[in-house]
């Protein structure tokens, strides 16, 4: 049994005015305050995708894997129970705010990370609203998108994500000091990415998130939107070697990272696990204004 997609994020953050105008302004996600003050963010036909949390410091509260159906939803948490894991279900309160049908809840060990698995989301009959003209993004089956950790332990987080939730490999990268392997819980290339501490990342931190649109015209827009408004770009456009997707990276107000890109490939049943010695079949340079400030 396997999460079947990245269902969500939940962030606390520091700068809600900042984060609604570079969520709204460059990526088109349409904003829906709630009366508690936090802000859900729509991308698809789900109700929300993100939910922006106002707090004092910036933070990943929370993810939600998706499970395809209730069976296998029991079956995932009767199997965290039983390797020892405390599992909890959410309140009728934390359902109706995740707009879920059902959800459990755990800690999950390697990452330190609080973790949700979720059956039933809740579809939304209204389009799309976005905050810039966009066409989509490649989400359905796909899910989200994928997300990408480091771990002080890396082969110990890797395998408890193949044998708790059911991921499996797609492939490696290694170079220079960095170590990456990749795993997909559907035909997705990867939906979670763990990597070794390097530089200022250590055990637990996020390193990003991506967005796949379902148009490269998106992403280019974007691109430019990003450079003439100042946002700090941690790679530039480039193309990746593993998923082959093309992309940029650009830090969000959190101080993590957006991946915006566009064509990733798909897993089959033909898939060959490879380790590849860069992550760039072209470009995704740092640029040398890497350390400016995000814009007021």
């Known amino acids: 049994m396997s999460v079947a997609s990245l269902g969500y994020a939940n962030l606390d953050v520091a700068d809600m005015p900042a984060w609604l105008r570079f969520a709204g302004d460059i990526f088109g996600l349409q904003a829906k305050p709630r009366e508690d003050g ?171 998130i991506m967005l796949e649109a379902r148009d490269f015209n998106d992403v280019g827009y974007a691109y430019d939107l990003v450079r003439d408004a100042g946002y700090p770009i941690m790679l530039e456009m480039g193309k990746h070697s593993n998923d082959h997707m093309q992309s940029f990276y650009v830090h969000t107000p959190s101080g993590f990272a957006f991946e915006y890109g566009f064509g990733g490939r798909t897993i089959d049943d033909d898939w060959q696990v490879r380790t590849y010695d860069q992550p760039m079949l072209f470009g995704h340079r740092q640029p040398k204004s890497a350390g400016q400030e995000l814009p007021a």
Not at 109 to 131: D, M, Q, V
Not at 187 to 195: G, N, V
């Open 38 to 208: 936090a802000v859900d963010l729509k991308m698809d036909e789900y109700h929300h995708r993100f939910s922006l949390y106002p707090a004092a410091t910036n933070r990943l509260r929370s993810i939600g894997w998706e499970v395809a159906t209730p069976e296998g939803l029991l079956a995932l948490v009767e199997k965290l129970k039983a390797a020892g894991h405390k599992v909890t279900e959410g309140s009728a309160e934390l359902k109706a705010e995740r707009r879920v049908r059902d959800l459990w809840r755990f800690h999950e060990p390697h990452l330190g990370l609080e973790t949700e698995l979720f059956y039933g989301p809740s579809a939304c009959n209204i389009p799309l609203n976005p905050g810039r003209p966009i066409t989509g993004y490649n989400t359905g089956k796909l899910g989200l998108g994928h997300i990408v950790f480091s771990a002080a332990d890396p082969r110990a987080a890797v395998a408890f994500y193949i044998d708790m939730l059911g991921f499996r490999v797609s492939d490696y990268i290694i170079w220079e000091d960095k170590d990456a392997t990749f795993l997909h819980c559907n035909a997705r290339h990867h939906t979670l990415a763990i990597m070794n501490e390097f530089g200022p990342l250590k055990g637990g931190d996020l390193n990003h």
